[in-house]
């Protein structure tokens, strides 16, 4: 009769799911893997529930194992919701003859251990729409209340959660968005190198965004709140971009280390077939009351072999952090582990990438079978680079070690992963927060000197190789932008790792951080261009979009059921639509950079004359090239058929103190004395007045004058810019785009 009893709303559920789908599996199923409490005290708890349904041969498969403690009359109250509806509400009662339950009336106490396969009849089969094996993530459960027919008091509540095994969690979208992310950054690296810094400022621009959207989809899905099973499983497609991936013999490294520096690992996934494992989807309150009984007794479990009656029926919850490591089949204990493993995988290989890709170089030039001067500023300043591209992955990897290394102080796995979090986090911030400092100290003096921040920004390749990932993606005079930028990644990552217990708290916090952005990024529009502008304020939107769901799902508003699952199945849509449309375009621009001859014709010149400074391999003008290889220190020039021609390159190394021309007008006295008492000085350097009250700045974006610039020798400098770049290279306009 135990078994009627528990197989009776399931039958009920499977009669009235409601789908949206048209079926396209050869393979058809309905199954619940648990079956859990949905209220405190309950009388009746699961430790093990799973029931398989497939119709195309009529059997219903399950093994149930839990403990009733209900004696009495009682009258089960029978819900089925199916996207929040709820569409049957029928009242059971177990005496009725019509239902043939007998032997539950009066209900008896004891422990239900069932493992069995039983015959569906067709009747009850062909009531269950053929749409509803193909929906993906259905949003559909079954809740029961058992209720005392004396007193009419509810004794206990169990619910358990559909699926058809289909879902919008796939692999493959994760492939998908890691490769072309990645394509679009190396392809940034590439035409850097070939000297096409337009286009690679801005497919690094437009993929650091890209990137920075699929952290915030994975930033949702790490929230501790009830989230629908579609936006769950859609932000699981992005936990990649936090480090939580899955890899077999990287598990057993974890757990190997936790266990060897005094931790207790957890064993979740391992004792499944003997544990119900609930995927948190309701209210906050009654889950997190669930959570931390949960939490406790799985953190502080023996390893005896024996188990008492009360750990045999905990059904362990998951939310938030949690939620994302098991859906990811990664250990509770392993994801702090996981995530940061992946960081220095990645570091390491980047490494060793960039030093093969240097060894081919020079193999490649040795042999004839590569021009010289094709990848030459790499090659001879590869270090330099290298040091730029380890600060980009560290500012790439900052939201993730945020979140997963203060998440690691509030769960403590180990005393040895505690300390690497702690240190690993502040180094991260130390890091940025002076490389951001040093990006500023430099600005100022360029301001100081020459009326334009962006005459040392990009004068020197040197400081364009180190510092440039923190600002190339800005306009000249935005240069600070990167620190709030980095502020808000941080108090958002602390946020998702530190109030894992209320998910409320989290969903308010990014719905006022978002708006933030949103604001500030639409009213001072800091990033190079309007198209950048454009793409960034969209995905600030969406972000801020996403916030706001989130805050619903909370059911902070009491909305009905129907909407929170409504709600759910729009976030979907219109974040795939979303993340496609960037993908494509992030594709296009790639594609485009690395078959293009000049893909520098693609965009436009920038208009806070960061051309005129950088050293191009195309489309300067004689005048500019001349202004710009001033600032740069190069010393002799050729010029041939209306195109400058570098003979001789000697970088001047602004962004070093000690040997800085532009750290301040005493230096550059300084350096116009050593000129003046060495006769082979280099001539550039010699052009430069020594009283700076007569020093003429490059061309100020400040005022509607252009001031003349310091002359070249041999070279007449422009004295008055006519807000044209007319060969691309640079725009003497004032105002940034």
């Known amino acids: 009769m135990r078994h009627s009893t528990l197989l009776s709303p399931f039958t009920f559920l499977l009669a009235s799911l409601i789908a949206f789908l048209p079926s396209s599996s050869a393979i058809r199923l309905i199954e619940s893997s648990s079956l859990n409490p949905c209220q405190v005290n309950s009388s009746f708890s699961a430790s093990l529930f799973n029931v398989v349904f497939t119709p195309d041969n009529n059997t219903l498969s399950?093994?149930?194992?839990?403990?009733?403690?209900?004696?009495?009359?009682?009258?089960?109250?029978l819900l089925v919701i199916a996207y929040g509806y709820t569409a049957l509400r029928e009242t059971l009662d177990?005496?009725?003859?019509?239902?043939?339950?007998?032997?539950?009336?009066?209900?008896?106490?004891g422990q239900i251990n069932i493992q069995s396969n039983i015959n569906i009849p067709s009747s009850v089969i062909n009531q269950v729409p053929g749409i509803a094996y193909s929906v993906p993530d259905l949003d559909g459960k079954v809740q029961i209340y058992i209720n005392d027919t004396d007193t009419g008091k509810a004794v206990a509540c169990v619910e358990a959660e559909l699926s058809n095994g289909k879902t919008v969690?796939?692999?493959?979208?994760?492939?998908?968005?890691?490769?072309?992310?990645?394509?679009?950054?190396?392809?940034?690296?590439?035409?850097?190198?070939?000297?096409?810094?337009?286009?690679?400022?801005?497919?690094?621009a437009n993929a650091l965004s890209l990137f920075g959207y699929f952290q915030s989809q994975a930033i949702i899905g790490m929230a501790a709140v009830p989230l629908p099973p579609i936006v769950a499983s859609w932000t699981q497609n992005f936990q990649w971009s936090m480090g939580i991936i899955r890899v077999g013999f990287l598990q057993d490294i974890c757990t190997w280390?936790?266990?060897?520096?005094?931790?207790?690992?957890?064993?979740?996934?391992?004792?499944?077939?003997?544990?119900?494992?609930?995927?948190?989807?309701?209210?906050?309150?009654?889950?997190?009351?669930?959570?931390?009984?949960?939490?406790?007794?799985?953190?502080?479990?023996?390893?005896s072999a024996t188990n008492t009656a009360g750990d045999a029926t905990t059904a362990i919850v998951v939310r938030g952090i949690e939620r994302v490591g098991f859906r990811a089949r990664i250990e509770i204990t392993n994801i702090f582990l996981t995530g940061y493993a992946f960081f220095v995988i990645f570091v390491v290989f980047v490494v060793v990438g960039v030093i093969i890709f240097k060894l081919v170089c020079e193999a490649l030039v040795k042999g004839?079978?590569?021009?010289?001067?094709?990848?030459?500023?790499?090659?001879?300043?590869?270090?330099?680079?290298?040091?730029?591209?380890?600060?980009?992955?560290?500012l790439i990897g900052f939201p993730q070690m945020v979140v997963l290394c203060f998440w690691e102080l509030t769960v403590r796995d180990s005393p040895a992963e505690v300390v690497l979090a702690i240190f690993t986090v502040i180094t991260m911030i130390c890091m940025l927060a002076w490389a951001s400092t040093k990006v500023i100290r430099l600005a100022r003096r360029s301001i100081a000197m020459h009326k334009n921040p962006a005459y040392i920004l990009y004068s020197d390749p040197v400081s364009l190789n180190k510092w440039g990932f923190l600002y190339v993606q800005f306009k000249a005079t935005?240069?600070?932008?990167?620190?709030?930028?980095?502020?808000?990644?941080?108090?958002?990552?602390?946020?998702?790792?530190?109030?894992?217990?209320?998910?409320?708290?989290?969903?308010i916090a990014l719905v006022v951080l978002e708006?933030?952005?949103?604001?500030?990024?639409?009213?001072?529009?800091?990033?190079?261009?309007?198209?950048?502008?454009?793409?960034?304020?969209?995905?600030?939107?969406?972000?801020?979009?996403?916030?706001i769901f989130l805050l619903v799902f909370t059911g902070i508003f009491n909305q009905p059921g129907i909407v929170t699952g409504v709600m759910g199945v729009i976030f979907f849509i219109y974040n795939a639509v979303f993340a496609l449309i960037l993908l494509l375009m992030v594709l296009i621009s790639t594609i485009y950079a690395l078959a293009s001859k000049n893909p520098d014709t693609r965009y436009q010149p920038m208009r806070d004359d960061r051309g005129s400074f950088i050293k191009s391999q195309t489309m300067?003008?004689?005048?500019?090239?001349?202004?710009?290889?001033?600032?740069?220190?190069?010393?002799?020039?050729?010029?041939?058929?209306?195109?400058?021609n570098n003979l001789h390159h000697k970088t001047a190394r602004i962004e070093d103190d000690d040997e800085s021309w532009s750290n301040s007008s005493t230096g550059l006295e300084a350096q116009k004395a050593a000129a003046n008492a060495n006769a082979t000085t280099a001539p550039s350097m010699r052009s430069y007045p020594s009283d700076t009250t007569q020093r003429h700045a490059p061309p100020s974006f400040r005022s509607n004058a252009v001031s003349p610039a310091p002359s070249t020798r041999g070279v007449q400098a422009p004295v008055r810019g006519n807000g044209n770049a007319n060969a691309g290279g640079g725009m003497w306009q004032r105002g940034a785009g």
């Not at 194992?65 to 109250?77: L, P």
């Not at 280390?257 to 391992?270: D, I, K």
């Open 257 to 303: 280390y936790q266990r060897a520096t005094g931790g207790t690992p957890s064993s979740v996934l391992s004792n499944l077939r003997t544990t119900s494992v609930q995927v948190q989807k309701r209210s906050v309150e009654v889950v997190w009351q669930l959570f931390k009984r949960a939490y406790n007794d799985l953190m502080t479990r023996s390893n």
């Open 515 to 547: 708006a933030c952005l949103l604001i500030t990024v639409s009213i001072l529009r800091p990033y190079m261009d309007k198209k950048t502008n454009g793409f960034n304020i969209a995905v600030s939107a969406s972000n801020f979009l996403s916030a």
């Open 368 to 394: 004839g079978r590569l021009k010289g001067d094709k990848f030459q500023e790499f090659r001879n300043g590869w270090t330099t680079v290298l040091k730029g591209i380890l600060f980009r992955i560290v």
């Open 94 to 109: 177990p005496c009725s003859a019509s239902l043939n339950l007998g032997g539950l009336c009066p209900m008896n106490t």
């Open 62 to 77: 399950f093994n149930i194992v839990g403990v009733s403690s209900i004696s009495g009359n009682v009258t089960a109250e």
């Open 620 to 644: 300067l003008t004689t005048e500019l090239d001349a202004l710009g290889a001033t600032a740069r220190g190069d010393s002799k020039l050729d010029y041939r058929n209306g195109s400058a």
């Open 478 to 507: 935005a240069y600070y932008f990167i620190v709030p930028i980095l502020g808000f990644v941080l108090i958002k990552g602390m946020f998702i790792a530190l109030s894992q217990s209320s998910g409320t708290v989290q969903a």
């Open 169 to 204: 969690d796939q692999k493959g979208v994760g492939w998908a968005t890691a490769v072309i992310a990645g394509l679009a950054l190396l392809a940034s690296a590439i035409t850097s190198g070939l000297g096409h810094s337009n286009t690679a400022a801005h497919v690094a």
